[in-house]
């Protein structure tokens, strides 16, 4: 078996820690590229249809500038209510949206984009995952804004961080919540390796 | 509303690392006190009466030693095809606990008691999360075993390390698989506070 760094050196199209976080865990050999792109969300989009979308994008863009190296792309928004929730703007958008999640279940979408310019491959999926929040009184939420500043996270909390003390339940995968499906893209490295 | 921190100083009656680091996570004022206990494993005990039995037992043995302080004490196991799987003691077990979870499902329970010796308080509770894994082929079990040594670990394997990347799914709580359910764990606090 041939492990998945035979693929050379991957860049990660994203300048989120938390997906850098996860990617070192695997011990992959990677860098950092951010594509840099601007992700204007239209909330009418199907949520599934738009994350991956948006991973494309971005692993494209990047893969211009890197023609020989596989490329990773991802993006993730949070869905209430058929609404597409992405980065709150602000503190009074990140107020809205946490307490229109305390005490419900919401959908976390990643989409995911694996691309190489050379090789003219390029493979897109998505993870669901649904995650339950305790019921968060305005003390907590405002506690959380203030010390924690969850402006670019989607839905506007952080599952890794102080706010996992609210997450009552998550149904599927941890790390999509995080930002990056590690499971999934781990399997689908692997297949590329030893194809 | 009071902070969890106006309980005092806490004990973590638990030499676990990875507790340490969750408990971090709420910047919850806590020193680390390990019990030592023996951790003699009855497989056929009920799992659900063996780890709030055993976190009940560490949790005590503590309390003589901080009598006026809060104490949590925790112990989680696996539970595969009705049989506790607790800490592998060599490189033969684990690949055995691994080779018996690939491909499936399998059920984590941890138990946590809280007690405090001069307020006469003590309780307990648990969390069940269910975890599925890839199939893990013979080389990825043995890169893991050699690479990441998991002899300290209930059912042989850290979902927040390397293998994270096998995890296909979960069902409840990540950090109750890591080791402590931090969300049930942070309610009670909260209540004990506002008591």
Same mark, same amino acid.
């Given at each position: 078996?041939?492990?998945?760094?035979?693929? /050379? *050196?991957?860049?990660?199209?994203?300048?989120?820690?938390?997906?850098?976080?996860?990617?070192?865990?695997?011990?992959?050999? +990677? #860098?950092?590229?951010?594509?840099?792109?601007?992700?204007?969300?239209?909330?009418? %989009?199907?949520?599934?249809?738009?994350? !991956?979308?948006?991973?494309?994008?971005?692993?494209? *863009?990047?893969?211009?500038?890197?023609?020989?190296?596989?490329?990773? /792309?991802?993006?993730?928004? &949070?869905?209430?209510?058929? !609404?597409?929730?992405?980065?709150?703007? =602000?503190?009074?958008?990140?107020?809205?949206?946490?307490?229109?999640?305390? /005490? #419900?279940?919401?959908?976390?979408? $990643?989409?995911?984009?694996? !691309?190489?310019?050379?090789?003219? $491959?390029? !493979?897109? +999926?998505?993870?669901?995952? $649904?995650?339950?929040?305790? $019921?968060?009184? =305005?003390?907590?939420?405002?506690?959380?804004?203030?010390?924690? *500043?969850? +402006? =670019? *996270?989607? /839905?506007?909390?952080?599952?890794?961080?102080? +706010?996992?003390?609210?997450?009552?339940?998550?149904? &599927?995968?941890?790390?999509? &919540?995080?930002?990056?499906?590690?499971?999934?893209?781990?399997?689908? %490295? %692997?297949?590329?390796?030893?194809?």
């Amino acid at each position: 078996m041939k492990s998945i760094n035979s693929l /050379g *050196k991957i860049i990660l199209a994203s300048k989120s820690p938390r997906r850098e976080e996860i990617l070192s865990k695997i011990n992959l050999n +990677f #860098e950092i590229a951010p594509s840099n792109i601007d992700e204007k969300l239209d909330a009418k %989009l199907n949520p599934i249809a738009y994350v !991956q979308d948006c991973a494309e994008k971005k692993a494209h *863009k990047v893969s211009l500038d890197y023609k020989e190296n596989y490329i990773i /792309g991802a993006d993730t928004v &949070v869905v209430f209510d058929n !609404q597409i929730l992405g980065k709150p703007k =602000d503190k009074l958008e990140s107020y809205s949206m946490l307490k229109m999640l305390s /005490g #419900e279940k919401h959908k976390v979408f $990643t989409g995911v984009s694996i !691309q190489n310019y050379s090789k003219k $491959t390029s !493979q897109s +999926f998505y993870c669901l995952t $649904t995650v339950e929040l305790n $019921t968060l009184s =305005d003390e907590l939420i405002s506690f959380y804004i203030e010390k924690h *500043k969850p +402006f =670019d *996270k989607a /839905g506007s909390y952080g599952i890794q961080d102080w +706010f996992s003390s609210q997450v009552k339940s998550i149904d &599927v995968c941890y790390y999509n &919540v995080m930002g990056l499906p590690l499971s999934e893209l781990f399997k689908r %490295l %692997l297949i590329l390796v030893n194809k």
